[in-house]
């Protein structure tokens, strides 16, 4: 029977496998020749090796920014909202946006 922290290392390399996987197809079907990892995922060296090698096999470039500004969005966006709430300004629900298929080379 396999050790729980070998089973613990299998998943995860599982998961950095297949994220790569789809980041190496995405690259291949846009022809886009770099990539931007960012969030929480950015801050594992591991992760980001596998990233770096693919990119790299493939003629293009990927980075991310400091780890500083690579944290959990979500605790980010908890954050802005308590600061918001303290200064005493609301958010009306109608004004918020999500867009899943926002893409960052399409900011200007």
Known sequence: MMEENELCFSLMETAFCELCEATERALMLTNKKEIAVCGGVAQNAELMGK????????GARAGTCEGQYNADNGAMIALVGAKLLKEGKKIKPESVWTDQKYRIDMIR
């Open 51 to 58: 990233i770096f090698q693919m990119a790299e096999a493939h």
